[in-house]
């Protein structure tokens, strides 16, 4: 889900030949360990808060688990339109140039896919907490810690000026990557459990 | 200085995060029982609530230490005015369709077995304490318990799903059963919960050493006899009662 928000200026700045800053890791460090900071709280207050079981439910849907399913796969179509529209804007996809348009549905579609990720992981962190008595749910456990890290330290970097090239496609994949397997290990598993209902 | 978007996405994140933890907060609190030795007990709990909530059987409950009352038996106890049994089956559906538990405190072991009638069933054990049950089973399931005189209420928590439960105290048919057999070749365990108003859930758990048990839906439970039909095969049930101690 790489929300990527000032639209991309590769020429003029992240890959200009002459313009390099003295250290990169300089302008990263900060974003990175706040970034750290945001998965560790989220782990650690899941870890160590008493699971309660409840929380807010949405009205309309019969439980929270398929609130919670159905969000999740709303942020994940939301999310292959950012890996699409990443790939337009970078000019990897042959035949096809960028749009006006572009940059403003890559903004959206992030924005409205990162707050619909927000009930789901309050729902998680509040009620469930970070739990580990199964592979499924372990796996689940680290990459929702990591897809807030790093979704956090990505929306820091993007601001800044001096930024290698690579480094926005690379938080971008993390970030999306996440997320899809987030999906799989939970929104995937609740509808072949349960089956596809609201 | 002007915020940058993003640095506006990820503040907006923060205070719809932090806005749902506040209302999830609100949520769990007012779920919480105010009986049986929960986390915020109520001095409110009055003896006219309690001897509401026993009815017939304990008109002169009072939460007075120094008063006992004839009609209770000596085993059992009163906590907040509440009347808290030594023995009891507690049956019913759990909220958002999610399937059905039951509770069956006998004297110091507690037995609870949730399924949904099909893919998923636990059991899970624990050990009563004054209206508090905390019951633990494989992979993690667990659950939490107040109870007291005819009712019980608390969560269930099973393969990553948690589910809120208000249910009643019953009495034979209704209850737990549970089924341990052979069939060609295999273990199979099965539990049927009957509802207070006879309706059965039940699952079977075709091989319970698996790790990840996979359960489907029981076949139907004779209850004049007590057995099933599983394929051919004439599986046999036994009750777990609380208050006869069957099955402990």
Redesign the interface.
Known sequence: MA?Q??TPDPQATRRDPIYQPDNVAKILVIPALIGCVVALTIGLYGKLHH???????IAGF????SVKAWLATVAAVLALVQIGSALVMYGKVPRVSAPSWIGGLH?WS??IA??AT??V???CV???GF?S??T??LI?SVLGCLFFGAF?V???V??KRGVPGWVLPVLGAVVFAALILIWFT?AYWFFS??GIKR | MKL????I??L??AV??VG??I???N??TS?TTAYGGSATPTPAASPTVASAGAASTAPAATPSPTTTSPSVSPSETTSNGFIIPDHANYVGPVQ???GAIAIVLHDSIAIAYYCNGK??EEWMKGVPAHGHLELAGK??AHA?VDYALGHARG???V??????FSVIAVHKPSGLYQSIAVVRGATVKAGWIVLANGTEVGSVELDPNAP?PKAQAAPQLNLTNLTANDGGVTITAKSIDGETGSGF
């Not at chain 1, 019969?62 to 688990?65: A, D, E, L, R, Y």
């Not at chain 2, 393969?159 to 809120?164: A, R």
């Open positions: 929300a928000f000032g699971a309660t079981g409840i929380a807010v439910n019969s439980s929270p688990g903004k992030g924005r990162f707050i927000i009930p992981a309050v729902h509040y009620a469930l739990a008595y199964s499924r749910v689940h956090t990505k929306m820091l993007l601001p939970s459990t349960f | 940058r978007s993003p640095i996405t990820l907006t994140g719809v995060a749902l933890w209302a999830s907060m949520a769990a779920a958002a369709g999610g893919t998923i992979n993690g939490e969560h269930v928590h393969d990553g799903f948690s589910y809120t990840a």
